[in-house]
């Protein structure tokens, strides 16, 4: 009677739970937790000229296993880790032989068993003396924060810890919240567990790809650790869970004496076929780079084989258990996963060893080895591994043939719409935790269920600082003048920061320049970046006497611009700022224009002592005196966004001076989604090429940010990552095409300009929109609004302007000789009388009134664009794939051109600014 209380009452608060966590879990397939997590060992280190208060993070090498191998979980598969003369400290010499002595060389059966809490920071941090412990040139270097770095902009925090963090989101470092010398120690990462998330993460691309195939309704739950089933007593906000006695009713894992810890790799709950328990084993992985024999590697595969079996057969028992009280007799089937086997030596393997292959078929319900062949899923049913993620149409008919082939073997009853959601309620609801690895000790229980915290969560991992071993040396040898080039995303702008921060520290005053209007975010966020972690640095009272930062822009190529400098003006007003010291001088995304490239030359000139680091993805634009670095490690996106970004790097079509990117990338915490593609086509759509012309695509991607979570302030779980906010989302469209982006009106209020369909879609579905237009845009306007009351106000010449003559030509400059080539002497002389008229008709006042309201416009203009860099307001930035240079957000919204020729500037300049997510909106004719 107890019991069916309890069922009474707790299940229905947890279904109501999965009905608002998954909408459509009686239709559809989902994964949880939705994306594999990989462990990246890490050792504390100081970034050189950084203060000692501000610890980092260092990429080490795993420790060693009896396999003395490691895997790349950046999609590659593992190679043999080379030695290292990486001297290691005491202590970590010592918890290593003190966690290995406990370990076996197989697998545990608890995932999180394998993290063992190191010592306290004081003492297993390295001993640093003025500069940075580098690792071999082999391995890599990823210098990450404690917390979170807030390059990739937007407020970043760190799994449940939000109200704790300081109310500056913005700096390089943030202070850990935990107190004692035991802060977020990184945790242990031993190469056996590199290459059980490679397998792992290789297993989860194949089977996403064949649960979009079938498309049926079920759960893929991976790496569910019994101790953390009905655990928690805590529920959400949005839904109550039953009390911690009502959920001891329940079947629990303790309730089974000999069984009661361990995991599944693999559970699916189908809908209508029950149960599937399923086994991953790694074996095979590494017999190229070990050189085993046929016979040796045999032997392997059947050890392996056995211990497989072993704990599929305790996982049937669990399972089992587990949902006896929902439906008596529900089938729970077996499953080996073993990749790097093919199923030519699993027979061999079975044929010679009688009583493991009497095992194996008993284990999965067959009676011949034959059939326990076919329904073991092995390498010759998956991708490629190294191409995992192409899953092709060849392989996705092996996998369904297999698939049908396991899930079919026996009948059982049919579980319920009740019954279902009751299972799914118990596994993935609140009472049960659903956590992903973390990066540090001591642990903090990260819980992931849905894309949108996948997401958010991945977006805060790639937040942190990362550097490579080349990037860590020349922060140490620091030469004056130095250009950064490379692809998007290989850390340029985090480069700047730190030298900034360095030069500061010296107590020197560093200038940041603009040097174009293309240039300006970027630069504002290097100085917003260098003044927010000078703040923190201060407010953590270290005493460091730093020097200032300084914005400067500087307008060189546009002639008659109202705010032209010229290089002189620019050269003395950067040399007055440093009388005592050197001038420090960074120029982001810069060096595009002769004018820049002569500033530097006349700063040289003026200054022999200049320090000067400047970036830009095109090589060729450096001047000769600067010292050239080329940096093409992909650190700043996920995998999935940077293979993205690499299609338009490799074509050489427009980009043909960009380095292409390094094979050997930083091990990644993980691959991320595959890009949401949407098409601009069907019903309510436009018949415009152009989706930025269309209302309903507005509408589809408000509907896809409203998906992920963007703006819920909602936290269903007290652990889960924070939920993605609209600061993190942008949306890019090409700046060559030229429909109207936000709404303007003239000096009496009537609007001139309508707001774009494309924003009202966003706009009517409650989304927060800021746009921000091009500045020709924005003062030409005015421009012409001017243009049309000079005409009505009595010009004495009254002619029509010469066709193709632009108005940004009519007020502030006379047009060149070049405009007018090909006129007549007759048409020339026209438009000198019309513009000398229409000048005369206007009174000083007048004029003064016209360009206040111009610069009225700019400064606006300006004040969004720093917002933008800053990431201020809690908006979705819409705005030209031009002024975000340098900028990144986690999740970035790409409407393509519909022009082939130019989909790669699409990917190159829009693709590149997306560090976790990506959602595409094409055209038909794409």
Request: proline share 7%; with cysteine; charged share 20%.
């Amino acid at each position: 009677m107890h019991q069916q209380a309890a069922v009474s009452s707790a299940p229905g608060t947890w279904r109501q739970f999965v009905t608002l966590t998954y909408p459509d879990v009686l239709t559809a397939t989902y994964c949880v937790p939705p994306l594999h997590f990989n462990r990246v060992p890490y050792q504390r280190v100081l970034v050189p000229g950084i203060p000692a208060d501000l610890p980092a993070l260092v990429k080490q090498t795993p420790a060693k296993t009896t396999t003395g191998h490691s895997a790349s979980p950046s999609g590659q598969p593992p190679a043999p880790i080379p030695p290292t003369n990486q001297p290691a400290s005491s202590s970590a010499q010592a918890q290593t032989h003190q966690i290995l002595s406990r370990r076996s060389a197989s697998k545990t059966s608890h995932p999180q068993a394998q993290w063992v809490p190191s010592q306290p920071a004081s003492n297993s941090a390295p001993q640093q003396t003025g500069t940075t412990t580098l690792l071999p040139v082999h391995s890599v270097t990823a210098v990450a924060a404690q917390t979170v770095s807030s390059l990739p902009l937007g407020p970043k925090s760190y799994n449940a810890q939000q109200a704790q963090l300081p109310s500056s989101n913005y700096s390089l470092w943030t202070t850990e919240p935990h107190t004692g010398a035991a802060t977020n120690t990184p945790a242990t990462v031993f190469h056996s567990d590199t290459s059980d998330d490679f397998c792992q993460q290789y297993l989860l691309y194949n089977l996403h790809a064949l649960a979009k195939h079938v498309a049926q309704v079920m759960f893929v739950l991976s790496s569910v650790n019994f101790q953390n089933y009905l655990n928690s007593g805590t529920a959400s906000s949005s839904s109550s869970s039953s009390s911690p006695s009502s959920s001891k009713s329940f079947p629990r894992p303790r309730d089974l004496q000999k069984d009661n810890r361990g995991d599944f790799d693999f559970l699916v709950v189908h809908r209508h076929r029950g149960l599937l328990v399923a086994e991953l084993k790694s074996v095979g992985m590494q017999r190229v780079h070990l050189q085993l024999s046929q016979v040796q590697d045999d032997v392997n595969v059947s050890k392996r084989l056995d211990r497989a079996v072993r704990q599929l057969e305790k996982g049937r028992r669990v399972a089992s258990h587990l949902v006896s009280d929902v439906e008596p007799g529900l089938p729970v089937r077996t499953a080996l996963f073993l990749p790097f086997v093919s199923r030519c030596q699993l027979l061999r393997v079975l044929t010679a060893g009688a009583p493991l292959a009497q095992k194996v078929c008993s284990c999965l319900c067959v009676s011949t080895i034959q059939e326990a062949a076919d329904m073991t899923l092995c390498s010759d049913d998956l991708s490629d591994p190294a191409d995992p993620w192409n899953v092709t149409a060849h392989v996705l008919s092996r996998l369904t043939s297999w698939w049908q082939r396991r899930m079919t073997s026996h009948a059982g009853p049919v579980l319920t719409d009740d019954q279902y959601l009751e299972i799914i309620g118990r596994f993935v609801g609140p009472a049960t935790t659903v956590s992903v690895h973390c990066a540090a000790t001591p642990r903090l229980t990260v819980e992931v269920r849905t894309q949108g915290e996948a997401v958010a969560e991945l977006g805060s991992r790639l937040a942190r600082l990362v550097l490579t071993p080349e990037q860590t040396d020349l922060l140490t040898r620091a030469p004056p003048l130095v250009f950064l080039t490379g692809p998007p995303g290989t850390g340029k702008t985090v480069m700047l920061v730190l030298m900034g921060l360095v030069w500061c520290h010296r107590g020197w005053n560093v200038q940041v320049v603009s040097v174009s209007d293309d240039s300006r975010a970027a630069s504002l966020l290097v100085c917003h970046q260098i003044r927010k972690t000078l703040g923190t640095t201060a407010a953590s009272g270290a005493g460091v006497s730093a020097g200032h930062v300084l914005f400067r822009s500087y307008q060189f190529c546009k002639a008659g611009h109202s705010e032209e400098t010229s290089v002189e003006t620019a050269v003395e007003e950067l040399i007055r700022a440093s009388p005592k010291h050197p001038v420090c001088v960074i120029m982001d995304e810069a060096i595009i224009s002769v004018q820049a490239k002569d500033l530097v030359d006349r700063l040289l000139q003026a200054d022999p002592n200049l320090h000067l680091w400047a970036a830009n993805i095109d090589k060729t634009v450096s001047v000769a005196k600067l010292q050239t670095e080329m940096m093409t490690r992909p650190l700043r996106s996920a995998p999935c966004v940077v293979r993205e970004i690499q299609r338009a790097v490799e074509s050489r079509h427009y980009y043909k001076q960009v380095v292409p990117y390094s094979t050997d990338a930083v091990p990644s915490p993980a691959d991320g989604f595959s890009p949401t593609v949407m098409w601009h086509q069907g019903t309510n759509h436009t018949d415009h090429h152009y989706p930025f012309s269309c209302q309903q695509c507005g509408v589809q991607v408000a509907a896809a940010l409203r998906h992920l979570g963007v703006g819920d302030p909602a936290r269903r779980v007290p652990n889960s990552p924070s939920p993605l906010q609209f600061r993190d989302v942008l949306i890019l469209r090409m700046r060559s095409f030229t429909e109207e982006e936000e709404e303007i009106y003239d000096p009496t209020g009537t609007l001139v300009s309508p707001v774009s369909p494309f924003v009202r879609g966003l706009r009517a579905e409650g989304i927060p929109v800021c746009v921000v237009e091009m500045l020709h845009r924005v003062e030409s306007i005015v421009d012409e609004e001017r243009w049309k009351k000079h005409h009505s106000g009595g010009c004495s010449v009254a002619v029509e302007p010469v066709e193709d003559f632009g108005l940004g030509d009519l007020f502030g400059v006379e047009p060149g000789e070049e405009k007018f080539e090909g006129k007549s002497d007759k048409e020339k002389e026209q438009w000198r009388l019309h513009y000398e008229q229409g000048c005369e008709v206007e009174s000083k006042e007048e004029g003064q009134r016209w360009e206040k309201q111009r610069q009225e416009r700019r400064n606006e203009w300006k004040t969004k664009l720093e917002d933008m860099a800053t990431s201020r307001l809690d908006h979705v930035i819409v705005t030209s794939d031009e002024f975000v240079q340098g900028l990144e957000r986690k999740v970035v919204v790409v409407l393509m051109a519909g022009i082939t020729e130019m989909k790669h500037m699409d990917r190159m300049k829009s693709i590149s600014r997306c560090t976790t997510h990506l959602i595409i909106v094409q055209s038909e004719e794409d």
